[in-house]
């Protein structure tokens, strides 16, 4: 089994950052793919960010240029930099990893972006 946890949350201006970490234990492949998605109050989970093993990359349209997606293998970590923050960028934020046909998900870490 994997399990995930997200941290890194909390409360920011708008224009702000925040530093997102996604950390995973138990058995994963080094192909892993790992992501970011996230939920707004009312609305669906979305896609954020993902980051292959092989090292490719890619971004929603709405969080490209201001967030960026990286991850370290050797600790089993995912990271999700988030510059320029808009109150329309609050919800909570999961992370997933898919390996093997399978997805785990974080419980989540609430990003508020308000004056």
């Known amino acids: 089994q994997v399990q995930l946890v997200e941290s890194g949350g909390g409360l920011v201006q708008p224009g702000g950052s925040l530093r997102l970490s996604c950390v995973g234990s138990?058995?994963?492949?080094?192909?892993?793919?790992m992501a970011w998605y996230r939920q707004a109050p009312g609305s669906q989970r979305e896609f954020v960010a993902l980051s292959t093993g092989g090292g490719t990359t890619n971004y929603a349209d709405s969080v490209k240029g201001r967030f960026t997606i990286s991850r370290d293998n050797a600790k089993n970590t995912v990271a999700l930099q988030m510059n320029s923050l808009k109150p329309e960028d609050t919800a909570v934020y999961y992370c997933?990893?898919?390996?093997?046909?399978?997805?785990?998900w974080g419980k989540g870490t609430l990003v508020t972006v308000s004056s």
């Open positions: 997933k990893f898919r390996q093997a046909g399978m997805d785990y």
């Open positions: 138990g058995r994963i492949f080094s192909n892993v793919v």
